[in-house]
């Protein structure tokens, strides 16, 4: 397993947001997240990359415990969270987003070399290169988030809503650079208000309620779930 | 004659403006990269200003070489200060109040005792003036402001192209996303306060040989600073340099035509005007 998470408890101050919950991601998958606003999706994700601190439980990334480490650490074990809201630097240019991503690595050439495959994947981002993030449109947010992200080559990315707010066929976009990711080796857990987008392109999905897992199974499963289908998936 | 008067005001307002610059960039960097206000920052600019008199005055060194040695130990200062005080209360924001309040009171005095009350002066730059068209220029102010535009571009320079200045900026527009780059925090908060405090020392100093110095320097240019974090807009290198150019000037030229107790109101009422009708200042961030 390339992710653990066991027994995970998760407060707020006195409020309480995770109830226990356990589950495991296979390497080279795409597992979602579902669930209502305020079910405890993104906390589960703020909570392996360690912005937010659990109370209990375990987190094991590829059988080492990482619970206790510090969110600026978690990067170099190959993780990358996107955070809801793209966490980018919305002053600085689309390139000094980018080279920021590769903070940590000393690589320098292969940088550079990377930064050119984006651009070769992503020709809007190379288009406004040398625009502030903010003027850019929702969709080329997310892509530069994502892309970012994938300057620290994680092994496992944390995707925290990519679809929220953008229009019908950005999202259809969006869905297909997870899928592309996916394929090129990196294994995604994905949280996703679109039930629809997300089970259409995971192997497997957890339906979180009130901070405990209600229902977990194959994607393809799921999506006949007539549960599913009337709670998130609107038909 | 007013024209030759207006055309020296707006140098010594530029120089003057520069000390307030370096001063002010400290303080906008520090607040958006660690989200306080550094009280104290203004007496570490005083604690570079003696440090120079004391190689100067009292050691006998040149003052081009006082001034980076103080650059140097200021910032060795400033790392002091994040380190031992501002990081046990991280997160605490009255914490970082008392914490750097006090800290300003300690400095002063220390160097109240050490090297007693009253105003002192730095050696000048240089002596004697130069002659442009008809009018002549002091030749230490004209070297102030040229040490001021040269220390500003090379800060510029750092944050826009070094791999650490980018994620200082990085850390100021979105704490959480820099993180996630494998960005420590206490790593930016050490460095933006030991920059921060190098770059006041040398302001400090070069106010000290121009003008003066005196143990309680620091409060009032501490109101200079938060003026020009107003004004040019939070974290903003270039709003700063506008600001604290804007602050200078105003300080010479009012007072050339309507008095010095006139000029002393004025950034008061330019930090009104723009916490009414720009409160996110000239350049800054929303």
Known sequence: MLLEIKNLIVHYDAAQVLYGISFDVEEGTIVTLLGNNGSGKSTTLRAISHLKKATSGEILFQGKRIDKELPQNIVRFGIGHVLEGKGLFPYMSVIENLTVGAYLRKDKKQVALDIEDIFAHFPRLMERRNQQARTLSGGEQQMLAIARSLLGKPKLLLLDEPSLGLSPSMVGEIGRIIRDINQQGVTVLLVEQNARLALNIAHKGFVFENGNIVLQGDAKDLIEDDKVRKAYVGR | MTGLLVVQGVVSGMCLGGTYILLGLGMTLILSVMNILQFSHGQVYMVGAFTVYFLTVDAGL?????????????????????????????????????????????????????????????????????????????????????????????????????????????????????????????????????????????????GGSIFNLDPYMGGAAFGKGIALIVIGGLGSVMGTVVGGLMLGLSDYLVALFFGSQVASAIPLCIVVIFLLFRPRGLFGHD
């Open chain 2, 62 to 206: 040149s003052i081009y070489i006082a001034v980076p040695i103080a650059m140097v130990t200021t910032s060795i200062l400033g790392l002091f200060i994040e380190r031992i005080f501002l990081r046990p209360v991280k997160g605490d924001f009255l914490g970082y109040v008392l914490v750097t309040s006090g800290l300003g009171l300690i400095m002063e005095v220390l160097v109240v005792g050490v090297f007693g009350l009253g105003v002192k002066q730095v050696p000048s730059l240089c002596s004697g003036s130069i002659e442009i068209s008809g009018m002549f220029f002091a030749r230490d102010r004209l070297i102030a402001l040229l040490i001021s535009a040269v220390l500003v571009s090379v800060l510029q320079m750092f944050l826009k192209k070094s791999k650490f200045g980018l994620a200082l900026m990085a850390s100021a527009q979105n704490p959480e996303g820099a993180i996630l780059q494998g960005i420590n925090p206490n790593v930016m908060s050490a460095l933006v306060v030991a920059i921060g405090s190098g770059i006041a020392a040398v302001g400090g100093a070069l």
